[in-house]
């Protein structure tokens, strides 16, 4: 199977990239597969369109940077960051709870309503 890259024209305007496509995975380094669904750019392009690639990958895009055909680099949105640490802290509010006696619906009610009298 080969793979196909779509190049970007030095005199494009900005606002008008055109995706990547591969029709197979590649790998990063980290050696874990890279999904087919994301895009690929190469570093040279990638400095030229950096503020339209940051605007892509605000909206929800990940970006593979390569360098003669190898990923070097990859952008994702900082909403993957954040889903991390919302998960550590669900986590770690699991683990309170585990440790933690049993506090009923009615003990909650009455420490709530104990600073309203």
């Not at 305007?13 to 055109?18: D, N, S």
């Not at 339209?52 to 993957?80: F, K, N």
């Not at 960051?81 to 933690?100: F, L, P, T, W």
Request: hydrophobic share 40%; proline share 7%; glycine share 4%.
């Amino acid at each position: 199977m080969a793979s196909r890259l779509v190049r970007f024209p030095s005199s494009l305007r900005a606002g008008h990239l055109p995706p990547a496509v591969s029709t197979r995975a590649t790998i990063d380094w980290l050696k874990q597969p890279v999904e087919n669904n994301m895009r690929t750019i190469q570093a040279s392009e990638a400095k030229t369109h950096l503020p339209q690639l940051l605007d892509d990958v605000e909206r929800g895009a990940t970006l593979i940077i390569t360098r003669h055909g190898r990923p070097i680099a990859r952008l994702v949105p900082e909403s993957d960051a954040s889903q991390a640490k919302v998960s550590q802290a669900i986590a770690r509010i699991q683990a309170r709870r585990r440790r933690n006696p049993h506090v009923s619906v009615e003990e909650i009610l009455s420490l709530r309503d104990e600073g309203r009298r």
